[in-house]
Structure formats: structure tokens, C-alpha cells
């Protein structure tokens, strides 16, 4: 979504199928205080389109 929104092309994934569970770093900023965020967070991901 974030993708196209942006200008971007998507599609199937040559690949199949990405499941499994991905870490993303969070970083604080002037529009995001780290007051209660953690620094990282673990999300659970299931698509075939990159």
C-alpha cells in the first residue's frame, strides 16, 4: 500500500510466498516521542506481492 501510494509499482513475488515473523527497529523523533515505545517490535507477516 505504502508502495504504490508512493508511486511505486508492486506485484507477485517471482519467490511465492513470504511468511514468518520480521524485527523492526522503531526510532524516536520529534513527531514520534519514545515516551512507552519499545526501540523494536516483532510482526507477523504473510504475502506473496513485492
Given at each position: ?16 510466498w513470504?511468511i ?31
Amino acid at each position: 500500500v505504502l508502495c504504490r501510494a508512493l508511486g511505486g509499482k508492486t506485484g507477485r513475488a517471482a519467490g511465492g510466498w513470504d511468511i514468518g515473523v520480521t524485527s523492526v527497529k522503531i526510532l524516536p523523533s520529534a513527531s514520534l516521542p519514545a515516551h512507552g515505545i519499545p526501540s523494536s517490535i516483532s510482526v507477523i507477516e504473510c504475502h506473496r506481492d513485492e
